[in-house]
C-alpha cells in the first residue's frame, strides 16, 4: 500500500492548474448540455436540385446528436440579395429552428460540414451556391466574432431570412435589433415570394 499522500493530489508536480477561461468554458459547455438552446438556422440554395438540398440540409440537421429540429418554414423562391440582378439564378430559402445541446461554435461547424457535404464552393463573395446554411440566432447571444456573429449581421435587412422566419416565430425577436415582425414591414417583400407548391418536410 501507497503511504498516503501528505499535501494531497494538488502538490502533484505533474498535474499544472487549469486556466480559469477554460473552467469557464467547461462549466458553460456542461449549463448548455443539460438546457437545450433554441436556435434559428437559415437556408438557402440557388444551384442544383434547389428542394432537394434544402430537404438533405433539414435532414442532416436532424440527425445531429445532440440537435433536434423542432419546425420548418414555408419555402420562398427569392431574387439573389447583394449582387446585380440577373446575375445568378434565384434561390430557394427557408427558416429552421432547432433545440439544440450544442454550443453555438460546434452548430456553426455542423453547419459548415452539411455545406461541405453537399459541395458547396466558395469562388467569391455572395456567389452561386448548392447550399447556404447560416445562424440566424442563438438563444438571446450577442458576440461580436468574426468566425461566429450572433445574430447573423445581415439577418435584420433580409426578408428572404425574415419572411420564412416570422412565418415558424412570428412573435420572434432578432437580439438586440427588434421584433422579426417590424424589421419585415421596414425591408418589404419585394423580390421574395411564398412558393406553396413546394414543402420541406419536418423529420419523424
Ligand atoms: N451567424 C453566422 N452564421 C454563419 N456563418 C457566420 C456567422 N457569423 C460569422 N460567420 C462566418 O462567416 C463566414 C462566411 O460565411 P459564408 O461563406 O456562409 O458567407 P456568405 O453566406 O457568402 O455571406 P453572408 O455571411 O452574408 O451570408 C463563415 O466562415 C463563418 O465563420
Ligand atoms: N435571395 C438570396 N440572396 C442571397 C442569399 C440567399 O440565401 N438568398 N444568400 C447570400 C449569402 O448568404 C447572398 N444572397
Redesign the pocket.
Known amino acids: 500500500m501507497s503511504a498516503p499522500s501528505v499535501n494531497g493530489p494538488q502538490s502533484d508536480p505533474t498535474v499544472q492548474p487549469v486556466p480559469a477561461s477554460v473552467v469557464a468554458q467547461v462549466d458553460a459547455a456542461d449549463v448548455t448540455l443539460s438546457n437545450p438552446q433554441r436556435a434559428v438556422v437559415a437556408l438557402g440554395s440557388n444551384l442544383g436540385n434547389r428542394l432537394e438540398t434544402l430537404q438533405g440540409a433539414v435532414d442532416a440537421l436532424e440527425d445531429t446528436p445532440g440537435l433536434r429540429v423542432k419546425a420548418v418554414s414555408p419555402v420562398y423562391e427569392t431574387e439573389p440579395w447583394?449582387v446585380d440582378a440577373g446575375s445568378q439564378p434565384t434561390y430557394l430559402n427557408a427558416v429552421v429552428v432547432v433545440k439544440t445541446t450544442l454550443p453555438p461554435s460546434s452548430l456553426?461547424e455542423r453547419?459548415?460540414a452539411i455545406?461541405e457535404a453537399f459541395d458547396r464552393v466558395?469562388l467569391e463573395?455572395?456567389?452561386p451556391?448548392t447550399i447556404?446554411?447560416?445562424?440566424?440566432a442563438y438563444a438571446d447571444v450577442v458576440q461580436d466574432?468574426?468566425?461566429?456573429?450572433?445574430?447573423?449581421?445581415?439577418a435584420h435587412q433580409r426578408a428572404f431570412v425574415l419572411a420564412p422566419w416570422h412565418d415558424v416565430e412570428p412573435e420572434a425577436t432578432v437580439p438586440g435589433l427588434g421584433a422579426v415582425a417590424d424589421l419585415l414591414a421596414y425591408v418589404g417583400t419585394d423580390g421574395v415570394q411564398p412558393r406553396a407548391d413546394l414543402e420541406l418536410r419536418l423529420p419523424d
Do not use: A, M, N, Y
Not at 132 to 136: A, E, G, P, R, S
Not at 145 to 154: G, M, N
Open positions: 447583394g456553426l453547419g459548415q455545406e466558395r463573395r455572395w456567389g451556391r447556404d446554411v447560416d445562424i440566424l466574432d468574426p468566425l461566429l456573429t450572433l445574430p447573423h449581421p445581415r
